[in-house]
């Protein structure tokens, strides 16, 4: 699977189970990008100064980015 494809898959996977928790706190997460198992993320709004962003990537970010693309992937935040 190529990067483009990988973006989609995780995009849709986003907009399903994590935009409408980050939205409930008018925060959000972009992809940066996803090269050799990586996944980029940026979180925006709210969620880039929250004192609970570690929780929402091991809690949420880290396991729909593994469920999307799985297991081998690893989360980075910039």
Do not use: N, W
């Given at each position: ?44 709004g709210a969620c880039r100064g929250c ?25 980075a935040l910039v």
């Amino acid at each position: 699977m190529d990067e483009g494809q990988a973006q989609g898959i995780l995009q849709s996977a986003f907009d399903r189970h994590v935009t409408p928790l980050l939205d409930r706190d008018q925060g959000a997460v972009s992809i940066v990008s996803i090269k050799k198992q990586i996944v980029t993320l940026r979180l925006e709004g709210a969620c880039r100064g929250c004192p609970g962003k570690k929780y929402t990537l091991q809690s949420i970010l880290e396991p729909t980015c593994k469920a999307a693309l799985g297991d081998d992937v690893r989360v980075a935040l910039v």
